[in-house]
């Protein structure tokens, strides 16, 4: 598939994945990839997600996806539904790759590019023989990587797809001077990434999440004393809600899903 | 010991340990091997393994060796007994390398290739000096996989080992019409990997795990309905037994050596 | 910057930081780094600190930061400040790079290293636009360090300083034929590392934690049974206490900053 002396060389290959680093089932996508595609360089993303969480696959890659140069294979692993009829995927946006199950995983990089080409992977050629009922990280997403990764046109590997998969990605609304809406997700230091964008700060007053008061949106976790709530832009674009020095999932007793609501000026 | 203008290019080092990845330890035999081997790739395997967990190090890697290409170096250090009398290896099967202490990390490794060379490692110029009492997988683990990677011979780590320790391997047997096994690995989604191989799921009706019924071997997670008790071919060829989006270790109370049984047809 | 062919080839890039494996945070380092260095390598030296803290980092990469080849370019982020006053900083150390905030992370590197170079991170060319206010690893530290790896000067990142910030480092004391030091670190394995070089190892009779008697410095874990607490010289050159086969902070319900008192012979 590929001219060049070592396969793969000079392309890059990210794996995110619900595995735990203790298993040896990463390891083993990283061996297929060496032997398919020794050239490549591959990255370790994430891993330890948590068991089937696809939502959390999908913020976590939505972190980075756009940050890795052209070409670059992101291979994503959670996978409830391995062995069943959900299908295998792979496509492109903006030049990159992303090679998932048909699950919702690529629900943001859907939502950011219009454009993405989707197609199935059911091409004998880029699977591993046989295929594994219960692990399809190995026997298909992780060659299906490495063969795009050496060059393998994406039309190549199966179907045009027009009605992937996308989670549910609830929108705030705005209604008697108040917007609504919800934490969509958890990082690991308990931050509280709502679904409203950076922008509204500068029409909001105040904030709360599930009743309880959070202010106005800061400039920096500095901006109150330590073990306070606050409400800052994230890294992400969207308006977070954090415990200085804390952790605020635990400390305010929510999670992803919990109500927010933001009072507008005027 | 290599003319290569860059020493170890071109090969591959993984490694498994029972570290954590937050103290640093990993990153000391990284440096080690960057320092001696910088043309070589170095994959994370998995870390975190349970400490001093022999066995879950024998079955990770088990499920990884022989994926990655001829000439990887696969290092283990699961090594409770560091600084002892226990020997660290250095041993060849199927052209690729594992290098670990005499523990039984490479039981699997040595189970499926009978013509594997074991060599003890104790040339000093393969070691880093002073070698600590606590610490091999900086002063000699991490050295000799780096000089293996580039390309020193096997056989100028030590003498040859004919008596590597194995961890002994419970082995089904069948009386009465009835198979007895054991559970010998628990994954990280809670997954039990039994000892049965799956060519006896043709054979197999009925399934039990210290008593309780599983049911017969099916074909993928999804033949159940979610939460409930399936038994399948896993991704090593061996019969495991899982809960659908669940975790079969923590619903059914039971772990490694759990007694499995199952009734065969006719 | 840098007029090779792949930018940064053949320089190396550790990461240490608090960020979890699970949220995408460290991909969208290493996506950065691809991006603006992509023939450098880059390796996990480790994650998952406990978030904020930096004295854990400091400890961790002492362990391995003089072990990489001269031009590697060391990135901490551990970061509890991030968004206030604190600067960032670029430091060069025995031909080693590291790129961190000034909060005392790099305590040790700049304690066995008087000559160290210090310069802060102002220079808007090395620098994501916009930078957020919540994630200098992506926007502040990552293209430092891939800038770093390509060759640009550390002079041209902005001010030389003379004042980073260090962690205070407890001295051992000694006074009437006591040495009076502390736990100043606890790894994975609950091993607690003390401040006492290991060379005093030859002049303590026997030593002890928050009262309980640990005896005199032992060779290896195997000087005591199984469950046992034993002393040894551990890889930092310091004195740990540890129990064999077991987790000494979790046994002797000590932590960091515990009193550790040792009786000298004569």
Redesign the interface.
Known sequence: LNASP?AGA?R?I?L?TD??????????L???I??LA?GA????????????DVS?AA???????????VG?VHVVVVD?????ERRPLAMEALGRFVVAPDNGCATLVLAEVVAARVHAIDHPAYLRHPV????HG??VFAPAAAHLACGAPLESFGPSVSDAVRLPMPVPRTAAGTVHGAVVHV???GNLVTNLPGDLSAVLRVLEVEGRGVGPVR????SVPTGHVVA????AGLI?ISVR?G?AAASLGVGRGAVVRGRLRG
């Not at 595995?19 to 083993?28: K, L, N, R, S």
């Not at 409830?80 to 069943?84: D, Q, T």
């Not at 800052?232 to 890294?235: A, F, H, R, V």
């Open positions: 070592v000079g890059r990210t995110l595995f735990g680093t203790a298993d040896g089932y990463v390891a083993a990283r061996g297929v060496a032997s020794p360089s591959v990255d370790d993303a994430g891993h330890d997600l948590e068991p089937g959390a913020w976590a890659l939505a972190r980075y996806w756009q940050l890795y140069p670059t409830p539904g391995v062995g069943s594994s009922r219960t692990f190995r026997d990082d690991r230091f400039e920096t976790y500095t800052l832009i994230g890294s977070e020095d952790d």
